[in-house]
């Protein structure tokens, strides 16, 4: 019986179908033929710093690419976990660098930049919609205007009826500043205030009372208005020395023992409290398995990539669902807030409680 050419079976064919499947077969687990030297910069000794000539003028030597220091206790876990990243450059720039944040009743527009450069940019906003300013206090952080009453576009960017009237109450613009709770920020809040006729003096500033929902309306608008104002001058911005004295104790502040997180501090109210540490734990990627804001805790899912990855079983097992794994509690002490975490004993992976607290306060300040 003929047989077409080219159809016979040969060694020849079968040697090479061998061969190929060895080639894959080496090519799939290539990694293991392949030295792994991830852990040689761990244990790698320091050289011996340059030495100069000693005619050499020393000033004019410098690192073209300096290495930040790591402190002992940074690089007490750089391995077996994850290798360490670099720092972010930008972990202090906002999003966008004027935003309106509204929280139980209250507004305020928050500024990526320091109060001694946002205090004479106010002040240039306040005379050039003719608000003009009555008084201030730079180490307050207080603007007040004069009476709006007297002034068209001051009527009507603080909702004053078109037509004065002769008995219609007195009205001024105070402007409130401080440092934001995050690191490098300003929160500017804004208020109508009805006076007895021309103030003599500033008038004290109560963020206490809750506003009307119109009120909350005026403070709005101004506040965009400002940020509009302020966007325009970022190219000309000054520095006021005696608004950089508006410097308070930071808002968030990490408590240690030795050099360990315990505690994370807050003198913010509950409210803002609570709101920060859920915004913190949204932006740091720690998932919330459950919460309770009246009681005061988050459960959360603190466990390493590593240890939710369950590698090649994730091709067969649904999306990996996250655990209880720690516990965060906020609760009053001594006139602040305070926020602790605690350590399921069910957990024995590798991050620990000061791991959790400390990158709460990366993300919280």
């Known amino acids: 019986m003929p047989v077409l050419e080219g159809t016979r079976s040969t060694p020849l064919f079968s040697t090479k179908a061998i061969a190929s499947g060895l080639l894959l077969m080496t090519a799939l687990s290539g990694c293991s033929l392949i030295e792994d030297r991830s852990e040689r910069y761990v244990s790698a000794e320091e050289g011996k710093p340059l030495e100069l000539p000693a005619s050499a003028e020393k000033s004019r030597f410098s690192q073209v690419m300096p290495i930040r ?112 709770v995050r690191r490098k920020t300003t929160e500017i809040q804004v208020r109508k205030v009805i006076v007895d006729g021309q103030p003599e003096e500033l008038v004290s500033w109560s963020g206490t009372s809750s506003p009307t929902p119109d009120a909350v309306e005026v403070q709005k608008r101004v506040l965009n208005d400002l940020g509009t104002f302020l966007k325009a001058r970022e190219e000309n911005k000054s520095f006021s020395r005696a608004a950089s004295g508006m410097v308070s104790d930071p808002l968030v502040k990490l408590v240690s023992e030795g050099d360990e997180a315990v505690a994370i501090r807050m003198n913010l109210d509950y409210g803002r409290s609570w709101a920060e540490l859920s915004r913190a734990l949204t932006e740091a990627g720690i998932a919330v398995v459950d919460l309770n804001r009246s009681e005061g805790w988050f459960y959360v899912d603190f466990r390493t990539e590593d240890e939710r990855d369950s590698g090649w079983f994730d091709w067969f097992s649904d999306e990996d669902k996250p655990e209880h794994t720690h516990t965060i509690n906020l609760a009053e002490r001594d006139n602040e807030l305070v926020i602790t975490a605690e350590r399921l004993t069910s957990y024995d992976g590798e991050n620990s409680v000061p791991d959790l607290l400390t990158q709460l306060f990366d993300y919280l300040y």
């Open 69 to 180: 220091d790591v402190a002992v206790a940074d690089a007490s876990k750089m391995y077996p976990s994850d290798i360490p990243s670099p720092p972010d450059m930008t972990s202090e720039i906002l999003e966008e660098n004027y935003v309106i944040e509204e929280l139980d009743g209250r507004v305020w527009l928050l500024v990526n930049d320091v109060p001694g450069r946002i205090w004479p940019a106010a002040n240039a906003y306040m005379s050039d919609r003719g608000l003009g300013v009555g008084y201030d206090s730079p180490q307050l952080g207080l603007l007040q205007s004069e009476l709006l009453n007297f002034s068209k576009r001051a009527r009507q960017l603080a909702d004053l009826p078109d037509q004065p009237g002769v008995e219609e109450p007195r009205v001024v613009l105070q402007m409130r500043m401080a440092p934001g």
